[in-house]
């Protein structure tokens, strides 16, 4: 199993940008998807999640600004980033808790390989 994020890139304050990642594999099912990301020099935060049936939770930060959509039938979870700010700039990872896989065993913890967002002030 594997998670591919995209994405990512430069964008003036104010902007828009929308991260995809994608789960490959022979996956039956996702629980909870999420997105994280990690400044430099900071440690590695919670940004939003969203469980299988769609309910989300966002950290205070992002609130309002950014909304976390996921697609069941792509394996695929979204982060619509609005009104970005500099302080959004960041390394941002997805994240599923536990894929059931097509044989019935789990997969937990998988990790995208990040996509930088970059916002200039």
């Known amino acids: 199993v594997q998670l591919q994020a995209s994405g990512g890139g430069l964008v003036q304050a104010g902007g828009s940008l929308r991260l995809s990642c994608t789960a490959s594999?022979?996956?039956?099912?996702?629980?909870?998807m999420g997105w994280y990301r990690q400044a430099p020099g900071k440690q590695r935060e919670l940004v939003a999640v969203i469980t299988s049936g769609g309910n989300t939770n966002y950290a205070d930060s992002v609130k309002g600004r950014f909304t976390i959509s996921r697609d069941n039938t792509k394996n695929t979870v979204y982060l619509q980033m609005s009104s970005l700010k500099p302080e959004d700039t960041a390394v941002y990872y997805c994240n599923t808790v536990r894929i059931k896989l097509a044989d019935g065993k789990y997969v937990y913890d998988t990790w995208g390989q990040g996509t930088l967002v970059t916002v200039s002030s």
């Open positions: 594999g022979s996956i039956s099912s996702i629980n909870n």
